[in-house]
C-alpha cells in the first residue's frame, strides 16, 4: 500500500513538472564526475540524492541549495546502487528524476563505507553452483568404471609345455604287490616272458616243435641242389 501511495506521488509530481520544474535523469559512473540539470521553477533549488527503493526516506546525499539551474557531483555511490533525484525550488514544487543505476569503475575510493551496503549481491548462476555436485557425483563413477576394468582385464599366462621326458617313471612294486601278484608287467617289460607258459620245460617243447621242420626242409633244398 505504501509503495501504491509513493508511485502515485511521484506521478502527480511529474504531471505537474511537465508545466513548470523539470529534473533530467543523469548517468552515474562510481566514483566519477556527473551533471545534474533542471528547467523551469524558481531559485534557489535544493537537490537531493534518495534511495529508488524509497524515495521517502532519509536522504543519502544532500547536495545543497543552487541559484543556477545545474550543478556537478562526484558520484560516491557503488556500482549497482539504484538511486533518484529530488529537486525543490524556492516556491515547494517539487520534482523527480527517473532511477538511476550507478554504472562500475575501477576507482571505488570515494564511496563512503555505510553506503557499500548498497551495492546489490554477487548473483551465483545456477551453472556454477551445479559444477561442483556434477564432478563429485563423476568422481566415484569414473572410479567405479577404471575398478570394473581392472577387473576384466585377466592377466596373460604362458600354458606350460610337458615333454615327454619329464613325465616320471612309475615306481617299481612294493614287495607286498609281488607276493600279492597285483602288479601286472604289461607291453615291453614283458618281453622276457615265455607266451606259452611260465616253466622252463613248456620253453624247450616250444624250441624243439619249431627245428625239427626246419632241419627236414634243410634237407630236401640239399638233395634238390646235388640232383641239379
Not at 535523469?25 to 564526475?33: A, E, I, L, R, Y
Not at 616250444?206 to 626242409?217: F, G, H, I, T
Request: proline share 9%; charged share 15%; net charge negative.
Amino acid at each position: 500500500m505504501f509503495a501504491t501511495l509513493v508511485t502515485a506521488a511521484l506521478f502527480v509530481s511529474s504531471v505537474l513538472a511537465q508545466d513548470g520544474l523539470l529534473i533530467q535523469t543523469p548517468s552515474f559512473k562510481q566514483c566519477k564526475d556527473a551533471q545534474i540539470k533542471w528547467e523551469s521553477g524558481k531559485g534557489p533549488y535544493n537537490v537531493i540524492i534518495v534511495p529508488a527503493e524509497d524515495p521517502c526516506a532519509d536522504a543519502l546525499y544532500d547536495l545543497g541549495d543552487h541559484k543556477g539551474k545545474s550543478t556537478t557531483w562526484l558520484v560516491g555511490l557503488p556500482a549497482g546502487a539504484d538511486v533518484m533525484l529530488s529537486l525543490l525550488d524556492s516556491t515547494g514544487t517539487e520534482a523527480w528524476s527517473g532511477t538511476i543505476t550507478v554504472e562500475e569503475s575501477e576507482d571505488d575510493g570515494c564511496v563512503p563505507k555505510e553506503l557499500r551496503k548498497l551495492a546489490p549481491e554477487p548473483v551465483v548462476s545456477s551453472s556454477s553452483a551445479a559444477a561442483p555436485s556434477s564432478s563429485s557425483a563423476a568422481a566415484p563413477s569414473s572410479s567405479a568404471e577404471a575398478e570394473s576394468s581392472s577387473a576384466a582385464e585377466v592377466p596373460e599366462t604362458t600354458p606350460a609345455v610337458t615333454t615327454p621326458n619329464s613325465v616320471a617313471p612309475p615306481s617299481p612294486p612294493s614287495n607286498d604287490e609281488e607276493e600279492a601278484g597285483a602288479g601286472i608287467p604289461i607291453g615291453a617289460a614283458n618281453a622276457g616272458t615265455n607266451p606259452f607258459g611260465g616253466d622252463d620245460e613248456g620253453a624247450a617243447f616250444a624250441v624243439s616243435s619249431y627245428s625239427a621242420p626246419v632241419m627236414v626242409l634243410g634237407s630236401i633244398l640239399g638233395a634238390a641242389a646235388l640232383l641239379l
